[in-house]
Nanobody, 115 residues
Framework: QVQLVESGGGLVQSGGSLKLSCVAS????????MYWLRQAPGKGLEWVSD????????QYKDSVKGRFTISRDNAKNTVYLQMSNLKPEDTAVYYC????????RGQGTQVTVSS
């Protein structure tokens, strides 16, 4: 079955950087779009970014444009989210998913940004 495993989260100060990774298995990774979603405390799941199957097309939530970069390595079945200039409002559990709804996602990785 499909498995997604996120890693790379942590505690950083405002303005800091983190790079999240998500390794996928059980699917033909190079055939699928991949999504990063997040869920802040007390809030619903929200879309952050996505990337086309060949890594050419990317999209970002307005509030992260210019700060986050999504990329993928199809040879490693891995999608990344490079996050820079982090803000306290970026604090959330971050998930990778094969769908924008997050119906199939990993266990998540916690990102906490202190002010």
């Amino acid at each position: 079955q499909v498995q997604l495993v996120e890693s790379g989260g942590g505690l950083v100060q405002s303005g800091g950087s983190l790079k999240l990774s998500c390794v996928a298995s059980g699917l033909t990774f190079s055939d699928v779009w991949m999504y990063w979603l997040r869920q802040a405390p007390g809030k619903g799941l929200e879309w952050v970014s996505d990337i086309g199957n060949r890594g050419i097309s990317t999209q970002y939530k307005d509030s992260v444009k210019g700060r986050f970069t999504i990329s993928r390595d199809n040879a490693k079945n891995t999608v990344y989210l490079q996050m820079s200039n982090l803000k306290p409002e970026d604090t959330a559990v971050y998930y990778c998913s094969t769908t924008i709804t997050g119906a199939l996602r990993g266990q998540g990785t916690q990102v906490t940004v202190s002010s």
